[in-house]
């Protein structure tokens, strides 16, 4: 199926989101950080960025800028539990910052399956449009 990167700074639930995602079908890259999910996402191909909001070293809002200046059409879903400001405020302004859709922690596994589906659906249907220069 697709190849996800995960970036969340708790390592504990990031495998967990991982191991959710593989049992759909997915594989799965684990980074803990804005830097090193860069990295990762730059080494090799990605399907679907979902990257937590509040992390030391380069926080979500600025790594979802920087996937964007690298790659303007993988899905990103930004998510956030809280912390020193509101979880959903955070939230907020990753949409305006490049995310494609957002989930707030604590979230269901079932929602986030069905959210991921829905947006690698909408890449595939993106890739399969055909482009209007070619019209």
Known sequence: ???ILVIDDNPELG???LKRLE???HTGV???DGNSGLAAFRAQPIDLVLT???MPEKEGLETIRELRKDNQHVPIIAMSGGGYATGT???RLATTFGANSVLQKPFEQG???DLVSALLDNAAADDR???HADL
């Open 111 to 113: 929602e986030l399956v």
């Open 129 to 131: 449009a055909p482009d």
């Open 89 to 91: 405020d955070y939230l």
């Open 15 to 17: 495998r967990a989101i």
């Open 1 to 3: 199926m697709a190849r």
């Open 30 to 32: 684990l980074a803990t």
């Open 52 to 54: 937590d909001i509040l």
């Open 23 to 25: 049992r759909a079908g």
